[in-house]
């Protein structure tokens, strides 16, 4: 059986909530008594887990110098989605909103795309296997529970799955500065997939070829751009208005 670590109070409180089983050993801060500690320990103990005092020394060094709140957590280690995975979600939706990154290898980003996404109902998000951010505690903790939430299918050619979504009905639509009509311009309604490109560079030219359109967001300022996951957000929520969700 394969194990991560994660760490972070929302991301133990969403893999509670969804899949306690998965939690095997949980460490705690020594001598931190907060409310939301305490209830974290009941749920524990609730499915059977004791949590283990800990100095912040050692949760240091488990988190690999990570923000772990006070809490680290041995957890099963998630199975990895891959195209299989994704066809048979898209046999399952008749309508889908998926969000495809192109590169994003920022766990930040990623965590960041992940809560945006789940907040506005994307049924996926597609990275490629390489040369991008995976499920690590990181993304999980900046999710705040939406890495259990929103499944990630990582794919080893990001051209053929868009294809692929093409093929299924699915209209994709790629986000670029020089793009000629902007984001309020464009239709987003039915089966969609916005594909959003990495830190600074913005899609690859291949990915770029395999988007059905290109859209920009107006920018009134002086920025040329946004954060990856700023512009995501933007984006998935104007998609969520126009499709009256």
Known sequence: MSTELIFGIHALDALLETHPEQVLEVWILKGREDERLNNLQARLLAVG???????????????NGGQHQGVVAKVKAQPTLNEADL????????????????????????????????????????????????????????????????????VTNLARTLR??????????????????????????????????????????????????????????????LNVSVATGVCLFEIVRQRGC
């Open 164 to 225: 692929t979504l093409q093929d299924k009905g699915v209209w994709v639509v790629g986000t670029a500065g020089e793009a000629e009509h902007h984001l309020y311009q464009a239709k987003l309604e039915g089966p969609l997939a916005l594909v959003m490109g990495a830190e600074g560079k913005g899609m690859r030219r291949l990915t770029r070829e395999h988007c059905d359109q290109l859209i920009s967001i107006p920018m009134a300022g002086s920025v040329s751009s």
């Open 49 to 63: 887990v004791k949590a283990q005092p800990s100095s912040r020394q050692a949760l240091d060094a488990k988190a």
């Open 87 to 154: 066809e048979v979600l898209l046999s399952a939706q008749p309508s889908p909103l998926l969000l495809v990154l192109d590169g994003v290898t920022d766990p930040h980003n990623l965590g960041a795309c992940l809560r945006t996404a789940d907040a506005a109902g994307v049924q996926g998000v597609i990275v490629p296997k390489d040369k991008s951010a995976g499920l690590t505690p990181v993304v999980r903790k900046v999710a705040c529970g939406a890495a259990e939430s929103v499944p990630l299918f990582q």
